[in-house]
């Protein structure tokens, strides 16, 4: 679907979500790690300024069981359920309330499952007839869209990604097999065996290749109750390498960021792409 904005002034963000900039879109599963014949884990999801607690909008996701009820025009988010046999699921019981959203998970196959959503897309800011002008929607359907008249043409590439992992059983590797496309975590610490006290070493990649200099920061969930963020920063090496040593056991939530005007190819003239992941720290 083709969307035109026309405006004075233009800001120009690309993300799963579209909150303030404080704001943060997340999934907290009600385990990450789980035992047993058949269990079953819950997982909320929204939009919140502080982290894992609900006081802003829910997330709006489809393939959850329900279909999410859309939001001012925009469509639900696709949910990727991804089994350890490479299967895909959809969610049950989905329901979407003020501040959240909802959904069950069965996880009936022994290994780890990978829950994700997407966003690709591009942002193209042009002057037309001394107004500025602003077209998102797919790669492919820039030039149908830009009129002859365009100047001063800016495009962002943007993609974002969110994932959750959480076992059943011994931890597999095989829902870490990377589509090539944005920014993607190729655990080198499976994201399932966290502990407390312990240093895990993950891996960016960049549409398959070695992610370097993304800048990563971690920040433990309830912040709410605490005086500081409490936040972790640093930043991908030659090899798109980081290493987290937590330093308690919680939930907590990892970003990764990408923003360059280097190296890419017209029309493109930047291209920025997020992950971000709740991840599961367990005491020894």
Request: negative net charge; hydrophobic residues 40%.
């Amino acid at each position: 679907m083709k969307h035109i904005f026309r405006c004075t002034l233009v800001v120009l963000t690309i993300s799963l979500a579209v909150p303030a900039q404080a704001h943060r879109a997340w999934m907290l599963p009600s385990a990450t790690v789980l035992s047993g014949e058949s269990p079953w884990i819950t997982v909320d999801a929204a939009v919140s300024n502080d982290l894992f607690y609900f006081e802003h909008v829910p997330l709006r996701l489809s393939g959850i069981g329900e279909s999410a009820a859309k939001d001012e025009g925009r469509a639900p988010m696709p949910l990727h359920i991804l089994a350890p046999d490479g299967s895909t699921l959809e969610g049950r019981n989905g329901k979407t309330g003020r501040y959240r959203t909802t959904f069950d998970v069965p996880l009936e196959q022994k290994g780890t499952y990978k829950l994700a959503l997407a966003n690709a897309r591009i942002m193209a800011t042009y002057t037309e007839n001394g107004e500025r002008v602003r077209w998102m929607g797919p790669i492919d359907q820039l030039h149908k869209n830009l009129p002859e008249a365009a100047e001063d043409l800016q495009v962002i590439q943007g993609s974002s990604r969110m994932e959750v992992f959480v076992t059943s059983g011994s931890p597999s590797d095989s829902v870490f097999v990377p589509t090539n496309r944005g920014l993607e975590l190729s655990p080198v610490t499976h994201p399932n065996d966290l502990y407390a006290g312990e240093t895990a070493e993950f891996r960016f990649t960049l549409d398959g290749q070695p992610a370097a200099d993304v800048a990563v920061v971690v920040i433990p969930g309830g912040n709410r109750y605490r005086d500081a963020l409490g936040e972790i920063r640093t930043m991908t090496d030659a090899d798109g390498k980081v290493s987290i040593t937590w330093p308690a056991a919680g939930m907590y939530w990892m970003e990764a960021q990408y923003d360059t005007a280097e190296g890419v190819t017209a029309p493109v003239t930047r291209r920025r792409a997020s992950y971000s992941a709740t991840l599961e720290v367990l005491a020894l």
